[in-house]
């Protein structure tokens, strides 16, 4: 059983500053790569930014410059330090770990999300 919990959503307004966490628990060998992505209302979910164990990192290009993705691996912890927000960054922020078990299979993992709300 492995269980993904986000925290540090909430509400700023536009040109403020947000920073997500999300920690992996539960029988875990090792977790692969780390993500966040989002899904506003009526649209489907996208890619935020996605992390390797090693620190390779990948954002989506709107994300590029105002996002930062980092992972403590002792801690099986992703974080996402959002900068500069925009309304239109308004979302729930979903976090996904690509686990590996003691079975030495790989599962993919999603938390229930943390809304951010961004005011004009």
């Known amino acids: 059983q492995v269980q993904v919990v986000e925290s540090g959503g909430g509400l700023v307004q536009a040109g403020g500053s947000l920073r997500l966490s999300c920690a992996a628990s539960?029988?875990?060998?090792?977790?692969?790569?780390m993500g966040w992505y989002r899904q506003a209302p009526g649209k489907q979910r996208e890619l935020v930014a996605t992390?390797?164990?090693?620190?390779?990192?990948d954002y989506a290009d709107s994300m590029k410059g105002r996002f930062t993705i980092s992972r403590d691996n002792a801690k099986n912890t992703v974080y996402l330090q959002m900068n500069s927000l925009k309304p239109e960054d308004t979302a729930v922020y979903y976090c996904?770990?690509?686990?590996?078990?003691?079975?030495?299979?790989?599962?993919?993992?999603w938390g229930q999300g943390t809304q951010v709300t961004v005011s004009s």
């Open positions: 996904n770990a690509l686990v590996v078990l003691f079975t030495k299979y790989e599962y993919s993992y």
């Open positions: 539960g029988n875990i060998f090792s977790i692969n790569r």
């Open positions: 992390i390797t164990s090693g620190g390779s990192t």
